[in-house]
């Protein structure tokens, strides 16, 4: 982990309250893993105090990673504000990683959908490519769009639904499911999404025992595991004593059978 002053190289709005933030800080994007985030400061004073976090969504091998976030508060829209050239202060690369099995489908929802390209992009990386599917999902077409064009570059089965009908399948993941991932083939999820959504997605895996690792999201004051905020409980089926898990310090992501899905 390390902390830096990272230069802005692109801002982007990719649609109405949707933004891609292209930074220059080439020794944390050296060691980023696909999973993994890092801690933004919004901006110069105080306010807002605390950090945020964003998935790292994808790194370019020349220093630069990428995060893309929805605009929703005070956090959000300062990081909105900024400028190409300006500076900002980050933290990372924080938290675990996804890790890589040989039969995958990759699922996403909404921003949820952020770190799944990196991880796309280093499965298709390695020597011995996996079989790799991908189902994303978003409320609408504008929100999907923001990033079916980088995913429908890679050449990969790619299925995508929209809670409206406006792109791909009319409905859940979760319906996608049993087209994509047919067959006897042992696969392994990735998910990253609204907590409902993983907790849908966790469950139907888990009834054909197929693996599957989510990326959680909780509110983060500290980002490295002092505040004890980001609590989540864990199911102990491992019978260690845990109650809780915490996402910043045993996470972002979890083997969904050592969550306790509420
Ligand atoms: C590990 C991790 C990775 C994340 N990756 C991404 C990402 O790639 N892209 C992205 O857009 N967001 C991501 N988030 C969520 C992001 O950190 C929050 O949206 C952001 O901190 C909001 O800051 P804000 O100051 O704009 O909002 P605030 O003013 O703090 O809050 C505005 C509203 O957003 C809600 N909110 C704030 N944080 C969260 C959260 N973590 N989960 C759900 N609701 C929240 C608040 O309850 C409130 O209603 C991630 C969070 C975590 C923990
Ligand atoms: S955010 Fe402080 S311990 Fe996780």
Request: net charge neutral.
């Amino acid at each position: 982990m390390e902390q830096q002053n990272a230069t802005i190289s692109k801002i982007e709005r990719l649609c109405t309250d949707i933004v891609r933030l292209t930074l220059y800080a080439p020794s944390i994007a050296a060691k980023a893993k696909p999973g993994q985030f890092i801690n933004l400061k919004t901006g110069p004073g105080f306010d807002p105090l605390l950090r945020r976090p964003f998935s790292i969504h994808n790194i370019d091998g020349e220093g630069h990673l990428q995060v893309i976030f929805k605009i929703l508060g005070k956090g959000t829209s300062a990081l909105a504000d900024l400028r190409q050239s300006q500076t900002i202060n980050i933290v990372g690369p924080l938290g675990n990683h996804f890790q890589a099995s040989p039969s995958m489908c990759l699922i996403g929802g909404g921003l949820g959908i952020a770190p799944l390209l990196f991880l796309a992009r280093s499965i298709l990386g390695q020597q011995d490519v996996p079989t790799l599917k991908i189902i994303l999902a978003a409320r609408n077409k504008q929100e999907l769009s923001c990033f079916t064009p980088e995913f429908e570059a890679l050449d990969l089965p790619l299925y995508l639904a929209t809670d409206d009908g406006s792109l791909g399948h009319h409905g859940l993941v979760t319906e996608l499911m049993p087209t994509a991932l047919s067959g006897d083939t042992d696969w392994q999820v990735c998910s990253c999404g609204p907590h409902p959504m993983m907790s849908a997605v966790a469950t139907i895996c888990r009834q054909h025992k197929w693996r599957c690792q989510v990326s959680l999201e909780t509110m983060m004051a500290c980002g490295i595991s002092a505040c004890l905020g980001c609590a989540v409980p864990a199911s102990d089926h491992n019978n260690t004593g845990k109650q809780y898990l915490h996402v910043c310090q045993d996470g972002p992501i979890f083997w969904e059978g050592d969550i306790k899905w509420t």
